[in-house]
């Protein structure tokens, strides 16, 4: 087994002692699950897709807003 250190965002490290102390297992077996779980999710072999458009049959409506405006309305 290979012992390493991560720099982990503070919420996410208190969220993962959350997960480990609510189903008592450590903190590191959270870590050891979540890993497996994306690995399982990214397979080898797999290519990366090109560049992804929303299908064309697919209709979002109507904006609320002018596409100009978007950047200051996430920052809001």
């Known amino acids: 087994m290979v012992k390493t250190q991560v720099q982990i965002p503070d919420a996410l490290f208190r969220e993962a002692k959350r997960i480990a102390a609510e189903n008592e297992m450590s903190f590191a077996e959270v870590v050891r699950r979540g890993l497996e779980e994306i690995i399982l999710h990214h397979p080898p072999g ?8 929303i299908p064309a049959a697919f209709d979002l409506g109507e ?7 978007w950047t200051a309305l996430c920052h809001e």
């Open 46 to 53: 797999r290519e990366r897709a090109a560049e992804w458009q």
């Open 63 to 69: 904006t609320l807003a002018p596409e100009e405006d």
